[in-house]
């Protein structure tokens, strides 16, 4: 089975705080993801990954910065912590061509 | 336009019937079309996929999709309670393996 595992369930941060959000997949996956969801929004993408050190902006950037050093492996990275950056944050990988995304646990971050 | 709409419900249906949801997108290059379901609290799991126009089945899941009016739809045959949940519609597009999500519809099924 694939599993996409985020390194957090539960995360508390104060404002202004640098936060790490990791995601490690096991299948080989070249595509990763980040996404937020929030109420009556949906989901909406942050940053992607298609490759081991490319990155793609999504609908919403701001605010977020990634880093895919290793191929199994997708940081998104809070530079300073806001609350409205309070959310659920989803990670996800594919494979290239367009195949069904797996989702990791999802990281309910909540900054204060 | 948003890329990728769908009607955020709630879509109530008695157990049983048929439930009908549907997405329209905006890209006309897009490529693959995805149905997601996702229990509240959960994370979104696959359920159906498709790639060409007309109809595709799994089980009591039946996608539909249009590509001249850009449209996609997922048919839940005999509805239960257990398929009460969110839906989501997700599209292919862009060379760079981009994948956008609707908001979501939300299904009741009434026991």
């Known amino acids: 089975d694939v599993k996409v595992t985020q390194s957090s369930r539960y995360l508390v941060k104060r404002t202004g705080e640098k936060v790490f959000l990791e995601c490690v997949q096991d299948?080989?996956?070249?595509?990763m993801f980040w996404y937020r969801q929030d109420p009556g929004l949906g989901l909406r993408l942050i940053y992607f990954?298609?490759?081991?050190?490319?990155?793609e902006k999504g609908d919403i950037p701001e605010g977020y910065s990634v880093s895919r050093e290793k191929k199994e492996r997708f940081s998104l990275i809070l530079e300073s912590a806001s609350t409205n950056q309070t959310s659920m944050y989803l990670c996800?990988?594919?494979?290239?061509?367009?195949?069904?995304?797996?989702f990791g646990q999802g990281t309910r971050l909540t900054v204060v | 336009q948003k890329e990728v709409e769908q009607n955020s419900g709630p879509l109530s249906v008695p157990e049983g019937a048929i439930a009908s949801l549907n997405c329209t997108y905006s890209d006309r290059g897009s490529q693959s079309f995805f149905w997601y379901r996702q229990y509240s609290g959960k994370s979104p799991e696959l359920i159906m996929s498709?790639?060409?126009?007309g109809d595709k089945e799994d089980g009591r899941f039946t996608a539909q999709l249009n590509k001249a009016s850009q449209y996609v739809s997922l048919l839940i045959r005999d509805s239960q309670p257990s398929d009460s949940a969110t839906y989501l519609c997700a599209v292919l597009t862009g060379g760079y393996q981009k994948v956008t999500f609707g908001t979501g519809t939300k299904l009741q099924v009434i026991p």
């Open positions: 990954s298609y490759d081991v050190k490319m990155k």
């Open positions: 299948m080989d996956h070249e595509n």
């Open positions: 498709i790639y060409s126009n």
């Open positions: 996800a990988s594919s494979n290239w061509g367009g195949t069904e995304a797996f």
